[in-house]
């Protein structure tokens, strides 16, 4: 069945950096965009980045644009999103979505002194 499996959220100080994986499973991940969407705690689930089948294109949330990178390896079926410089307020939790279809269980990311 389809899986997709989060890891890499934790506690970091403002101005960290943080490094999300995805591990897909169950279908042909190549032929899937990928997306990172993240929920804030009292707030609606929000599309953070996404990376077409073959990763020649990149799309971002303006509150994360020139931070944070999205990337695929479609060789080890991974999409992972570097993090850098990190504000409070990017503290949620953070899912991996495939084809605006599939859903992970999502990773916590705690962005605090």
């Known amino acids: 069945q389809v899986q997709l499996v989060e890891s890499g959220g934790g506690l970091v100080q403002p101005g960290g950096s943080l490094r999300l994986s995805c591990a897909a499973s169950g279908f042909t991940f190549s032929s899937y965009a990928m997306s990172w969407y993240r929920q804030a705690p009292g707030k609606g689930r929000e599309l953070v980045a996404t990376?077409?089948?073959?990763?020649?294109?990149?799309n971002y949330a303006d509150s994360v644009k020139g931070r944070f990178t999205i990337s695929r390896d479609n060789a080890k079926d991974t999409v992972y999103l570097q993090m850098k410089s990190l504000k409070p307020e990017d503290t949620g939790v953070y899912y991996c979505?495939?084809?605006?279809?599939?859903w992970g269980q999502g990773t916590l990311v705690t962005v605090s002194e």
């Open positions: 979505n495939a084809g605006f279809r599939y």
């Open positions: 990376v077409t089948t073959m990763g020649t294109s990149t």
